[in-house]
Nanobody, 127 residues
Framework: VQLQASGGGLVQAGDSLTLTCVAS????????MSWFRQAPGKEREFVSA????????YYADSVKGRFSISRNNGKSTVSLQMDKLEPEDTAVYYC?????????????????????WGQGTLVTVSS
């Protein structure tokens, strides 16, 4: 499977933005999908994940209540709706995938779980 992320841009604090990750190459109805982000000079960190088959979602504490992950089975896309953006959300956002459905919740928050990564899309939030 290949992943293509899009939707990044420059916004002001408090604005909203939606990122989209399009999967191609094979059906992804038995994949776990996630979003990670990497700010300048920092490690790549978990943002959100969705177990495609069950629809169960997971969020980092820093984005809980502001971000929402969703899937579109027909289009093989996963989206990240980001509301009330803060300057601290500035980062390159990456979508990632891992085949399978029997993951522990903790596993879905860990970067090594995922073996397919998109190219990243830059989100810049000005204060």
């Amino acid at each position: 499977v290949q992943l293509q992320a899009s939707g990044g841009g420059l916004v002001q604090a408090g604005d909203s933005l939606t990122l989209t990750c399009v999967a191609s190459g094979r059906p992804i109805n038995t994949y776990a999908m996630s979003w990670f982000r990497q700010a300048p000079g920092k490690e790549r960190e978990f943002v959100s994940a969705i177990n495609w088959s069950s629809g169960v979602t997971y969020y980092a504490d820093s984005v809980k209540g502001r971000f929402s992950i969703s899937r579109n089975n027909g289009k093989s896309t996963v989206s990240l709706q980001m509301d009330k953006l803060e300057p601290e959300d500035t980062a390159v956002y990456y979508c990632a995938a891992r085949y399978g459905s029997a993951f522990r919740p903790w596993d879905l928050t860990q970067r090594p779980t995922y073996d397919v990564w998109g190219q990243g899309t830059l989100v810049t939030v000005s204060s």
